[in-house]
């Protein structure tokens, strides 16, 4: 009996039905994704790459200092989001808001928003959300589009992985 509950839980995991996290990301490896993107937004010239670095690391940096699920950052709102940055100059707490709409965990009203208020520099793990949001925004305007969500993506059929282009090599 043991046997059977225990495959059944094996492969509920392996299905994708069960999904729990094994660890979170130490600090370093954090940093060291910091840094990598870094270095690729300083040696990129096109505003094309440029917007898909901004973008990885709105995801990546932002997704880790603000705490949202996978399933709510494409609800981020542009506009809202981009009037927040004046704040990113305030003294003595730098900041900005991602503005959230649609529903959530949380929150299952139909049209409902709200502010998740992020530092712009982190205090003891020194990372720069306010740095990321502020270089997608700006490529964003850019492009002339100020409204809609922040990270749109355009569906293109799915293709095996050895057609997809290694963008970090």
């Given at each position: 009996?043991?046997?059977?509950?225990?495959?059944?839980?094996g492969l509920q995991r392996r299905h994708g039905q069960l999904v729990k996290q094994d660890w979170a990301p130490p600090i370093k490896v954090i940093h060291g994704v910091d840094a990598a993107l870094e270095l690729k937004w300083n040696s990129t010239t096109t505003k094309k790459n440029k917007k898909r670095v901004a973008e990885m690391g709105v995801w990546f940096i932002v997704g880790i200092c603000s705490e949202l699920r996978g399933e709510e950052f494409p609800l981020v709102k542009l506009a809202g989001t981009a009037r927040s940055l004046k704040f990113l100059s305030e003294l003595p707490t730098p900041h900005f808001c991602l503005v959230?709409?649609?529903?959530?965990?949380?929150?299952?009203?139909?049209?409902?928003?709200?502010?998740?208020?992020?530092?712009?520099?982190?205090?003891?793990?020194?990372?720069?959300?306010?740095?990321?949001?502020?270089?997608?925004?700006?490529?964003?305007?850019?492009?002339?589009?100020?409204q809609g969500r922040l990270l749109q993506q355009t569906l293109v059929p799915p293709q095996p992985c050895e057609f997809q282009d290694d963008f970090f090599t």
């Open positions: 009996m043991w046997f059977a509950t225990r495959f059944m839980r959230i709409s649609g529903r959530t965990k949380g929150n299952r009203n139909s049209g409902a928003w709200f502010k998740l208020p992020i530092a712009s520099i982190t205090r003891g793990t020194h990372l720069q959300p306010g740095k990321w949001i502020k270089r997608l925004i700006d490529i964003i305007h850019s492009e002339g589009r100020t």
